[in-house]
């Protein structure tokens, strides 16, 4: 099952991946084996883009900066694929014995068919429940990669869907 969730347009930047890293943490809180890896930004001021951090759950190794500095005026993608895919290569082992995948979104390169989309299929296809967010502009595509895996959850509830897979277990 894939808990999938949308912010509304006036969320502030970075909120989705602050709510996905709070629900990570209550939930290990709550003795849940919780894999994959949580988007943490760095806010460096009005005048520049954020730095983007990827931390692997369960990992010892440092974080991982995704984010590139093209340098000032530049407008381009900031994001360093190869970073990111060294994040989902180091999260992969860590799905063995988790209760519930988190991944910091299905975004551009999920739908083209990189990032973490594999990794979300593997987790898919173990039987793991993942929770991710979604932005709007990606919805068709991660709708037509999940099809009726997906559930669509208000952010407010996801903890409570997240601990129902485990008393539905019970």
């Known amino acids: 099952m894939l808990a999938w969730f949308t912010m509304t347009k006036d969320a502030p930047p970075g909120h989705a991946d602050r709510l996905i890293e709070d629900l990570a943490r209550d939930l290990q809180a709550r003795g849940l084996r919780v894999a994959g890896a949580v988007q943490r930004n760095h806010d460096l001021g009005p005048d520049c883009a954020c730095d983007m951090d990827m931390i692997v759950l369960g990992d010892t190794g440092m974080?991982?900066?995704?984010?590139?500095?093209?340098?000032?005026?530049?407008?381009?993608?900031?994001?360093?694929?190869?970073?990111?895919?060294?994040?989902?290569?180091?999260?992969a082992p860590h799905l063995a014995g988790a209760d519930?995948?988190?991944?910091?979104?299905?975004?551009?390169?999920?739908?083209?068919?990189?990032?973490?989309?594999?990794?979300?299929?593997?987790?898919?296809?173990?039987?793991l429940p993942v929770v991710l967010y979604v932005p709007?502009?990606?919805r068709d595509q991660f709708l037509d990669f999940a099809g009726d895996l997906a559930v669509e959850v208000a952010p407010a509830d996801l903890t409570g869907w997240c601990l129902a897979r485990f008393a539905d277990a019970s």
């Open 100 to 127: 519930l995948v988190v991944v910091p979104k299905f975004g551009r390169q999920e739908a083209m068919g990189r990032g973490f989309r594999s990794l979300i299929g593997d987790a898919a296809g173990a039987g």
């Open 136 to 138: 709007r502009q990606q």
């Open 63 to 91: 974080p991982i900066r995704i984010s590139q500095s093209l340098g000032p005026g530049a407008s381009g993608c900031r994001l360093d694929t190869g970073a990111l895919e060294q994040a989902v290569a180091r999260t």
